[in-house]
Antibody
Framework: QLQLQESGPGLVKPSETLSLTCTVSGGSISSSGYYWGWIRQPPGKGLEWIGS???????YYNPSLKSRVTISLDTPKNQFSLKLSSVIAADTAIYYC????????????WGQGILVTVSS | EIVLTQSPGTLSLSPGERATLSCRASQSVSSNYVAWYQQKPGQAPRLLVY???NRATGIPDRFSGSGSGTDFTLTISRLEPEDFAVYFC?????????FGQGTKVEIK
């Protein structure tokens, strides 16, 4: 069974870049067919998909965030990461990493989430 | 982008009662690729149902999903104390993946 764990700073200043890492255990991020995604949830609100990366490295993003998002893989460390540039207060949210077992798949395993606050 | 609208916003029921949650899509969801998740305070969402009607591993059979096209339903046949939570639907038939705004099932 996969386990995912987010890590990174809990506080980011406006206009700076938010950087988070998701460490995967119980399986390899190089597993054929698997996608690795990021979802966020502003406090007390709903869920928003940010983007996903395929095990081969190809990516697809939510158009609403595409211009500011980069998702990448670190295969030797069995990790994948999220960078969100030029953050504003509205980017304050709990950020979750999750797995999808194919290109048309639900999110089957989730990390516990990390709260990132954008504030000076 | 497919917009998912969940109703009702809040459902007030007693343990043992039946819960019926609705998720309506703004356009037809390809291959009925709809999932349902349960979220409790301070926890990540947990997958309950995928492909509109398939229970995820380890999910009790009191949870069932149904529907097709634009209308989907999650039914909890008899509410247990641990079922009081927020439930989200999600479509993954097209990009971007989108979620409904959630239905809160609270104790009456």
């Amino acid at each position: 069974q996969l386990q995912l764990q987010e890590s990174g700073p809990g506080l980011v200043k406006p206009s700076e870049t938010l950087s988070l890492t998701c460490t995967v255990s119980g399986g390899s991020i190089s597993s054929s067919g698997y996608y690795w995604g990021w979802i966020r949830q502003p406090p007390g609100k709903g869920l928003e998909w940010i983007g996903s990366i395929y095990y081969s490295g190809s990516m697809y993003y939510n158009p609403s965030l595409k211009s500011r998002v980069t998702i990448s893989l670190d295969t030797p460390k069995n990790q994948f990461s999220l960078k969100l540039s030029s953050v504003i207060a509205a980017d304050t949210a709990i950020y979750y990493c999750a797995s999808e077992y194919s290109s048309s798949s639900e999110f089957d395993y989730w990390g516990q989430g990390i709260l990132v606050t954008v504030s000076s | 982008e497919i917009v998912l609208t969940q109703s009702p916003g809040t459902l007030s029921l007693s343990p043992g009662e039946r819960a019926t949650l609705s998720c309506r899509a703004s356009q037809s969801v390809s291959s009925n690729y709809v999932a349902w998740y349960q979220q409790k305070p301070g926890q990540a969402p947990r997958l309950l149902v995928y492909g509109a009607s398939n229970r995820a591993t380890g999910i009790p059979d009191r949870f069932s999903g149904s529907g097709s096209g634009t209308d989907f339903t999650l039914t909890i046949s008899r509410l247990e104390p641990e079922d009081f939570a927020v439930y989200f639907c999600q479509q993954y038939g097209s990009s971007p993946r989108t979620f409904g705004q959630g239905t809160k099932v609270e104790i009456k």
